[in-house]
């Protein structure tokens, strides 16, 4: 497959997942006369342009909402917040707040941000520069389509305007080139089937991180397997810049349920977890065996939907 890197050719790179905003402490007393809340946005992923310190603040939907929306409180916070980039996200800079959705919706969330933008402009505030990041596939593959509300002089902006391939040859579905297949903190923007794939498709690779490390491991030994360790692995490494508060629950099933899967057969009773880590007994090339052959055989399917509800026992086939 080609490769297509049109955001990292221009400079950009990712730096946080989940991460708080801040507002400029002069605004707490304005947000409150205006009936918002001090609380700091959180937006889905922060991209940072490196030579000149602006930012992409990545807010992603399944839909766009409309004016009435109770999801506007957070769209407000974020025009509010990035207007002033230095307070917002510590460096100096613009700040644009673009919201990531189906390139089929991105017309009717402009025209909500339009109004949003216009409103705190009239209550005094000062707004960030706007726009929406549609995404489409087609025959060529996955499609980006950046647009903003007001034109800028900048190469790094300008370059990436308008559609631009993002991965060629994608076929229709995109979902298996997921960096981070499962976000505990935007399930409900999925219906359950969905939900149900992208689950299993973490957990297929948590299970595939873990069978590496047992596979490379020198036996005898007891073995330690990192939750941490795992989930970077899955996610490509991008965990170690996911800083949601959901992530440590996720983490403690995802382990707790692997520690399940492996204390079967010849290694009942040589496995021990933590809500961090699990420890397992190998003996010998045979608990090794073992060992892969559990969780390569694991149920995904069942133990998404079981993960899922806050469970971590799994029915193993024997």
């Known amino acids: 497959m080609s490769e297509s890197r049109p955001y990292f050719n221009a400079g950009y790179r990712l730096r946080s997942l989940g991460s708080k905003l801040a507002f400029a402490s002069h605004l707490r007393e304005k947000l409150s006369i205006h009936g918002l809340s001090h609380s700091p946005p959180e937006p889905d992923v922060l991209v940072?342009?490196?030579?000149?310190?602006?930012?992409?603040?990545?807010?992603?939907?399944?839909?766009s909402f409309g004016y009435e929306s109770s999801t506007t409180e957070q769209a407000r916070k974020l025009l509010i917040a990035c207007a002033d980039a230095d307070a917002a996200v510590g460096v100096a800079g613009e700040a644009y707040t673009v919201y990531v959705l189906s390139a089929e919706d991105c017309d009717r969330q402009t025209e909500t941000l339009v109004q949003l933008a216009a409103e705190l402009h009239a209550s005094g505030f000062d707004s960030a520069?706007?726009?929406?990041?549609?995404?489409?596939?087609?025959?060529?593959?996955?499609?980006?389509?950046?647009?903003?509300s007001e034109d800028s002089q900048k190469d790094h902006v300008t370059g990436v305007l308008g559609p631009v391939l993002i991965t060629p040859n994608s076929s229709g579905d995109a979902r298996p080139l997921y960096l981070i297949p499962f976000d505990p903190t935007t399930e409900e923007n999925q219906d359950p089937e969905e939900r149900s794939y992208c689950?299993?498709?973490?957990?297929?690779?948590?299970?595939?991180?873990?069978?590496?490390?047992?596979g490379t491991a020198d036996v005898?030994?007891?073995?330690?397997?990192?939750?941490?360790?795992?989930f970077r692995k899955a996610t490509h490494g991008y965990s170690d810049k996911w800083h949601a508060r959901e992530l440590a629950g996720l983490k403690m099933r995802l382990i707790k349920g692997m520690a399940k899967v492996l204390n079967k057969g010849v290694l009942k009773g040589s496995v021990t977890a933590s809500?961090?880590?699990?420890?397992?007994?190998?003996?010998?090339?045979d608990d090794r065996n073992a060992a892969i052959g559990l969780l390569g055989k694991a149920n995904t399917v069942q133990l998404a939907l079981q993960n899922m509800s806050g469970q971590t026992e799994l029915d193993v086939p024997s």
Request: charged fraction near 25%.
């Open 48 to 63: 940072q342009h490196l030579p000149s310190g602006d930012h992409l603040v990545l807010e992603c939907k399944a839909t």
């Open 129 to 148: 520069t706007y726009g929406t990041l549609g995404l489409s596939i087609d025959e060529k593959g996955l499609w980006a389509e950046l647009r903003l």
């Open 199 to 214: 689950h299993r498709m973490l957990l297929e690779r948590f299970y595939i991180a873990g069978i590496q490390t047992i």
């Open 220 to 230: 005898p030994d007891l073995l330690v397997l990192k939750s941490d360790d795992l």
């Open 275 to 285: 809500n961090t880590s699990l420890e397992v007994r190998l003996r010998d090339e």
